[in-house]
């Protein structure tokens, strides 16, 4: 089945800790997204890719990190800058052509910081 | 930066009751876009809708948008219990801009 795969499902991370979100799409999209998820706030950007081997800064990009080196892959570092990780990160993707826009998520990564 | 509201931020209903949710925006628009998310899960998306059109029909879901008060509706008739979600309006520009998500309705919908 086509669609998008984030892994882990949950994760806990001691202070300090660099942790890394993976994201897998087998659905040929172009642009993949990270966003993040707290309680009462929506979903804010955090980074974002066009197309493969570039990608931009969202609205809170501080503390994280991304790569885009293959199509399929959009993985996310919570790095030990950022000062409150504790949230539900959700991966998206989208089509360029046929229903450009749309996106298409993944089941998310819990991750609490202990 | 939020660009969508959504009002109410809570809505409980019974079984067979419809639903209305709204969003407000802040600047021009390409097209306007309703998500769903059942608690932990992904979103869904449900339906888009253009900055030149004024209506959208898909199944039980109706949305309007009016851009000269820069606001759309999503109604949901007869509602089911399997409707409870929560509903997210985004908004987005041109090409492959990101989307601009809102905080959402929470849509209890009681059997």
């Known amino acids: 089945d086509g669609g998008i795969t984030q892994s882990p499902k949950y994760l806990f991370r001691k202070e300090g800790q660099n942790v890394t979100l993976s994201c897998e799409q087998n659905l040929n999209h172009d642009a993949m997204y990270w966003y993040r998820q707290d309680p009462g706030q929506g979903l804010r950007l955090i980074y974002y890719?066009?197309?493969?081997?570039?990608?931009q800064k969202g609205d809170i990009a501080e503390g994280y990190s991304v790569s885009r080196e293959k199509k399929e892959s959009f993985p996310l570092t919570v790095t030990s800058a950022q000062k409150n990780p504790t949230a539900f990160y959700l991966c998206?993707?989208?089509?360029?052509?046929?229903?450009?826009?749309?996106?298409?998520f993944g089941e998310g990564s819990r991750l609490t910081v202990l | 930066s939020q660009q969508g509201e959504e009002d109410p931020q809570a809505l409980s209903i019974q079984e067979g009751e419809n639903a209305t949710m709204n969003c407000s925006y802040k600047t021009s628009i390409n097209n306007l876009q309703w998500y769903r998310q059942n608690s932990g899960r992904g979103l869904v998306h449900l339906i888009l809708?253009?900055?030149?059109?004024r209506e959208k029909h898909s199944g039980r879901l109706r949305v309007t948008l009016d851009t000269s008060k820069k606001s759309s509706s999503l109604l949901i008739t007869a509602s089911r219990a399997a409707d409870t979600a929560s509903y997210f309006c985004a908004t987005g520009g041109s090409g492959n801009t990101p989307l601009v998500f809102g905080k959402g309705t929470r849509l209890s919908v009681i059997a």
């Open positions: 890719s066009q197309i493969v081997n570039d990608f």
């Open positions: 809708i253009r900055s030149n059109e």
């Open positions: 998206a993707s989208s089509p360029t052509s046929g229903r450009p826009g749309e996106l298409f």
